[in-house]
Each structure stands twice: as structure tokens, then as C-alpha cells.
């Protein structure tokens, strides 16, 4: 299985690619957020030029669980994401990757738009541990 993990920004939306046949997550270029419209087309093209299975998009939950305003943004993008697309979307608690992808970004694994796709392969190897047990 080939999925796409999504990191959904007003301004970024960070990006990694698993594939689960050679157990590897791999972080892409973070694509700037140019509108809805524009944003799910990009989407589009990357599904069918990686051959993307399914698609997971962090959400971001408060440290106590609940919905921030970024949270309800992020779901509000889901939806239309879910509607646009012909392939599962799943949704993967993205708590505190946004600081790990930031020391990896600090420790040299990239520039700052680097970051949010950093975190993007976080929860989605996550997503796939806890999908394997």
C-alpha cells in the first residue's frame, strides 16, 4: 500500500509518502497552500503520479484532546478532501510531531517549509505502526 500523509496548513501543507511493500516514509517538499481549489488539484495529480492508496491527514488536537480552531479548519479540509478524491481518507492524531518535525528541521533535515512535511512523515509512520499491530 502506497499513502500519502497530509500536514494541512493555512499556508504550508506539508507532505510524506509510505509504502508499506518496502516499509519506508519518506518526506516530500511541502507544497504552499494557494487556495482550496488549487490545493486539491496539486492533491489530485500527486495521487495519481505516486499511485496513492489512501490518503492521511493530521489533526491537531490540543495536548487535553480537544478542537482548537486549526483542528476544526483541518476537519472542515478533510471533508472537502474526502469529497474530492476517489480513495480512503483516514485522519491521525498529530499531537506534538509539529515539535519533533521542528528539532529535526533545527538538526539539519531541512529548511523551515521542511518542517511541516517532517511532520507529515511522523504521524504517518505512526499511522502505519499502530495500523501493523
Known sequence: MRYLGIDYGKRWVGLAIADTRVNVV????????????????????????????????????????????????????????????????????????SQGAAKLAVNGFGKETRMHSNAAALFLETFISRKNL
Open 26 to 97: 519518506i518526506p516530500m517538499e511541502a507544497i504552499e497552500n494557494k487556495g482550496e481549489e488549487k490545493l486539491l488539484a496539486q492533491l489530485n495529480d500527486i495521487i495519481k503520479g505516486e499511485k496513492i492508496d489512501e490518503l492521511v491527514i493530521g489533526m491537531p488536537y490540543s495536548l487535553n484532546s480537544q478542537k482548537s480552531a486549526q483542528t476544526k479548519e483541518t476537519l472542515d479540509f478533510a471533508r472537502k478532501l474526502t469529497a474530492g478524491v476517489k480513495i480512503p481518507v483516514r485522519e491521525e492524531d498529530e499531537r506534538l510531531t
